[in-house]
């Protein structure tokens, strides 16, 4: 029989549904994104956010189910991220979910954000294991091991700001528009390398650091503006590019070799960069490893890669009930 797993996903600025079938086939999906608004102060304003959620949620629902030609009642079980992310925007999509099980008698689905970005990577697309996950997006940076479906070892991450964050504050000094992270992998492209920046955490560990690259930019831009000079913008975006492209490479490629993995993929709204992807690709075709990214419109939140995840954590008995609750900060396990 056929298994249907309606996704919800409103950790940040989307309000998101989709409905998958059996983990592989998008059957329909909505998004709504808010960037529009966010983009008046320069990044999300959660309590915007969160009351755009409750303006969007009902609509969201009546497109997919118009869209996907299907019923509540010919749904499987009902995936949704409670965590982690932003309290208020989390707790729409929770509350969403939980009602909708309620009235309609079906499994209520907890799935992590990060494990919705890994099996992002499943759509249209079977997953092969052991891998080695990189996670990179505005509020994650990890290495993720996996040695079957819905099996996360937490190998290393972020210390402190995340890679997608660094990417948007770095930005916002260079009087980039709102999102920041796509503005400087274009300028990049066109620019040289020529600032000196120190490389992010280049240790023996699998744990990133991005806050000192990010203050490195910041104090190099102030004392350029102090002496009257010119910032060269393409010329910082890539040296800063560079740089973190390079760290995130670099032990992407040690953790493959020392877990005899020869399976990586990329996930989050960062592996859509493609400086990035052209590093990691070089990567895996120089150590013979099999790379898998996902498509670009299931790098940045949506809720198909919930549904998706939702299918696994489904055959693997996950469920919850109804004291469900979201939850800012969580660790994948």
């Known amino acids: 029989m056929d298994t249907y ?15 998958v079938k059996n983990g592989i086939d998008e ?13 008046m102060f320069g990044g999300v304003v959660p309590e915007i956010a969160s009351r755009m959620h409750i303006e969007n949620i009902t609509i969201v629902l009546e497109e997919l189910l118009d869209k996907a030609k299907i019923k509540v009642d010919d749904i499987t079980a009902i995936a949704v991220t409670y965590g982690p992310g932003l309290i208020g925007s989390l707790l729409i999509g929770v509350e969403c979910a939980k009602t909708l099980s309620y009235i309609y008698k079906k499994p209520l689905i907890p799935i992590h954000h990060i494990a919705g970005h890994i099996y992002a ?43 997608g ?13 709102y999102p920041g992270g796509p503005k400087i992998d274009v300028l990049s492209k066109i620019g040289k390398d020529t600032y000196t920046l120190p490389t992010p955490l280049d240790d023996s560990s ?9 203050s490195a930019v910041i104090n190099l831009v102030h004392n350029e503006k102090q002496r009257g000079n010119d910032i060269r913008k393409a010329d910082l975006a890539c040296s800063f590019q560079n740089r973190v492209v390079g760290i995130l490479t670099k032990k992407t490629k040690r953790a493959l070799k020392e877990y005899h993995v020869e399976n990586l993929i990329i996930a989050g709204g960062v592996a859509a960069n493609k400086v990035l992807r052209e590093s990691i690709t070089q990567m895996c075709e120089e150590e013979n490893i099999k790379l ?12 198909t890669m919930i549904a998706t995840a939702g299918f ?4 693997k008995g996950r469920s919850a009930d109804l004291t469900l609750n979201a939850k800012a900060n969580d660790i994948l396990k």
């Open 5 to 19: 797993i309606l996704g919800i996903e409103t950790s940040c600025d989307e309000t998101s549904m989709s409905v």
């Open 27 to 39: 059957i329909a999906t909505i998004v709504l994104t808010q960037i529009d608004v966010h983009k």
């Open 121 to 163: 990577n499943a759509i249209g697309n079977k997953m092969e294991f052991p891998l080695i996950a990189l996670v990179v997006s505005g509020g994650h940076t990890e290495l993720i091991y996996m040695k079957e479906d819905y099996s996360f070892e937490r190998i290393g991450g972020t210390l402190d700001d995340a890679v």
């Open 165 to 177: 964050e660094s990417y948007d504050k770095v930005a916002r000094v260079l009087e980039l528009e």
């Open 206 to 214: 699998y744990n990133f650091s991005f806050s000192g690259i990010k």
């Open 292 to 303: 898998n990214i996902p498509a670009l419109s299931y790098c940045t939140d949506n809720a």
């Open 312 to 315: 696994y954590a489904y055959k």
